[in-house]
C-alpha cells in the first residue's frame, strides 16, 4: 500500500511565462490562448465577460412557468434579432454587439441553411467575412482550417478568434438554422486591434501551428521541471495521501496509471480530492475517472486539457498554482482492490493578485424523472473566477433521445441567462442527438453505447478560448429535456479557476452517489407482422438525407426512416418490393413531432395523401392508416414523399418520418 508520506521539494525555478496581460488584445494574442492553459489561472487582465447569441426559442421568457410553451419551448431553429436590406437583398442579423470584444465560437447543426455568412466589424460597410456558412464552419477553407473549424457528429464548429474594437454584426442570407456565437465582451476602454483578412494572412503560420496543436494535443503533455513518482495499491474502503511544499509552484501535468480488471467500478468509486494551501476542504473533489474526463471507465479520448489513453492512462494538463502547499488524497469507495501509479510535474509559478486556484466537484442523482421537465445544475459558486468545462455522463433506459434540453448559464446574478443554448448535444458541439463518437481539443464524445441513444453517454465541453469569467457568481442549468416519459441518471463534473473565498454547492460525496448506474436491458424490438420496415427501404431518388435511426422501442423494428436537411419541394422516392402483382391496401405508420413538416404521398404517381401533415407537440407515432388500394406490380413500385409545407405551429425542419408499410390483399 501507498503509504501517506510529507515530501519537500525542490522545485526547479523555471520560469514557464506566466500570463501577463497584453498591451493590447489582438488576433495574434487571441491564438496564444487557444492552447495556454496555464493563462486560465489567472483572472483576465483585461477583464471581460463571455456571452452567447443563439436561435433559442423566444417563447421562453419566464423562468417560473415551467411549461413547453413557455421555459421548456423548443422551437430553437430559425430564431434571429431582426431582419435588415442591404444592395437589395435581406440579411438576417444573428448578433450585434457594441466593441471591444471578439467572437471566440461559432456553432450550427445545419449550416448549409443559413447561406451566406457575413461579418462586420466596426460599423464598416463591407463585410470582413463574406462566405458560405459552411465554409466558414467546415474546416476546408483558410484561415478558418481544421480542427480549429471542423464538423465532428453533425455538428459544425469554428473557434478562430474574431476580435473587434468598436462593433460587430454578423448576418446571413437565409434564417433557418440553428446557430450559437458566442463572444467576449472587454471592459470599456480596452485596446482591441480589430480582425482584418491581412492579419489571417501574415499570421498563416500561427494558425497552422495552433492547429497542429489542436490536432495532436496529447503530444503538449509536459513533462518538465521536477517530477514526483508515486504508486499505490489500495483496498476497498483505504485511503491515502501526499503533501508536497514548495513556494509560488504549480503543478502544470498529472498522469495517473490505473491498472484493475474493474476499471469503471474503480475510476468512479475512487475519489480524488485536491487540496491547496490548506484550505477547509479539497478544491478539486470528484471521481478519478471523472476527473480526468471519462465516464464509466476508461473511454479513450485526447483534448487539450485532459485525457484518457489505452492501458489505463489518465493525464490532465490543468495548470494547478499553490502558494506553499498541495496534498493530494485518493479515497477507493469502490469495492474492488486496485494498482496505480502517479506521476507529477510542477515548475515555478508567478503568483500574482489575478492568480487562482483550480476547482472540480461532481454531482449525481439517479433516478431523475423526465417529467415534469426541469432545470438540472452543473455548477453553482460565488465568488471571483473562470469556468473552464464540464463533462456530462448520461445513463438511458431507452432509445429515444435524452438531450433535447437547453444550457442556461447565468453570470454575476443575472436574472436571465444570457447563454441560452438549443440541445444538449449542441452546447457540447455535435448535433442532430448523433450517436457517433468523436474526439476533439476541445469537446468529445468518446462514449455513446446505442442502439440509438440508449446505455451509457460521455460527452464533454472545455471552455479555453470560450471560457466564462465571472465576477461575484455562476450557475449553470441545463434542462432535462427527453423525448419519453422515462428514468434516467446523469452524473456531471465541472472544472473552474477561483479566487479564495469560493463556495459551491456540490454536496459531500459518499460510496452511494460514487456508483455506475447501469441502464436497464432493452426489451427485444417489436415488429408488426408483414411491416416493410421503413428503415430497410431501398432509396431510389433523394435530396436532403434520408437515413435510419434507432428511435424508439415503440417502433416496429425499433427504428424508422427519418428524412431530412429537406426543403419545401424536394422530393423522396422509395421501392415498394412486392412479391405478387395485385390489389393492395396500402397501410401506413409514421412519425409526428414538432419539426415534421407537411407532405404529399404518392404511390406509383398517384397521389395518396395530398397534405399529410406530421405536427406534433412531441414526439409520437400515428395509428395505422390506409394511404389507399393501388395495382401493384411485381417487383418495385414508387413511393414519393413531396414537401409541400409545415404546420404553422411547426419548427421549420419539414423532416419526415416512417415506421413502416403494409400491404393488405383485395
Known sequence: MFKPVRLMLAIAAILVGAAAAHAKVTFESLLGEMTNLEALSYFPDPAYTTKQFSSYDRNS??????????????????????????????EYVLMDAEGPGAIVRVWSANPIDAGIVRVYLDNAEKPVIDMP????????????????????????????????????????????????????????????????NELATENRETIETVARSLGEPSNLL???GTRFDGEFFLSAGESTSSVFEAQHSAIYSMVCTVRSGKLPEVLRGALLEITFDGADKPQVCAPLGDFF?????????????????????????????????????????????????IELYCKKYDWTKNSMYFHSGFRSEH???TRPRQDWTFLDTTGKGRFVGTMLHVTNNVK???????????????????HFGTGSEDYFGYAWCWPEKFVHAYHNQPRCDGPGNYGQTCVSRFHIIDDIPFTKSFKFDIEVWHWADTQIAMAETAWWYALDGNTNTFAALTADNLKVIEPLPLPPPKKVEGALEGEELKVLAKSGSPERQD?????????????????PGD??????????????????????????????????????????????????QTPEQSLGVFDLKKGENTLNVTIAGKNEKAVPNYMFGLDYLRLVAK
Open 61 to 90: 421568457t419566464d423562468p417560473k412557468v415551467l411549461t413547453d410553451e413557455n421555459w421548456f419551448a423548443n422551437g430553437d431553429r430559425g430564431k434571429y434579432l431582426r431582419e435588415e436590406t442591404r444592395n437589395g437583398e435581406k
Open 133 to 196: 456558412l459552411t465554409d466558414m464552419l467546415g474546416g476546408s477553407i483558410a484561415p478558418f482550417i481544421k480542427p480549429i473549424a471542423n464538423e465532428v457528429s453533425k455538428g459544425w464548429n469554428s473557434y478562430l478568434p474574431i476580435p473587434y474594437a468598436k462593433h460587430c454584426k454578423v448576418t446571413t442570407s437565409k434564417w433557418d438554422f440553428y446557430y450559437h456565437i458566442n463572444y467576449r465582451a472587454y471592459e470599456k476602454g480596452t485596446a482591441v486591434k480589430t480582425y482584418s
Open 222 to 224: 509536459d513533462k518538465s
Open 293 to 341: 474526463g471519462t465516464a464509466p471507465g476508461l473511454n479513450e479520448y485526447a483534448s487539450l486539457p485532459s485525457g484518457a489513453l489505452k492501458g489505463g492512462v489518465l493525464y490532465a494538463r490543468w495548470v494547478m498554482p499553490f502558494k506553499k502547499q498541495c496534498e493530494i488524497r485518493v479515497r477507493n469507495y469502490s469495492a474492488a482492490n486496485f494498482y496505480a501509479t
Open 367 to 369: 433516478p431523475i424523472k
Open 400 to 418: 429515444d433521445w435524452w438531450g433535447e434540453g437547453d444550457e442556461k448559464i447565468y453570470v454575476d446574478g443575472e436574472t436571465f441567462p444570457s
Open 551 to 567: 428511435f424508439s422501442d415503440n417502433m416496429s423494428g425499433g427504428a424508422h426512416l427519418w428524412w431530412r436537411l429537406g426543403k
Open 571 to 620: 422530393t423522396l422516392s422509395l421501392a415498394i418490393p412486392v412479391e405478387k402483382a395485385g390489389k393492395y391496401d396500402v397501410i401506413a405508420v409514421f412519425t409526428k413531432a414538432g419539426d415534421y413538416g407537411i407532405h404529399k404521398v404518392s404511390i406509383n404517381d398517384k397521389v395518396a395523401i395530398e397534405n399529410l401533415d406530421l405536427y406534433n407537440n412531441g414526439v409520437i
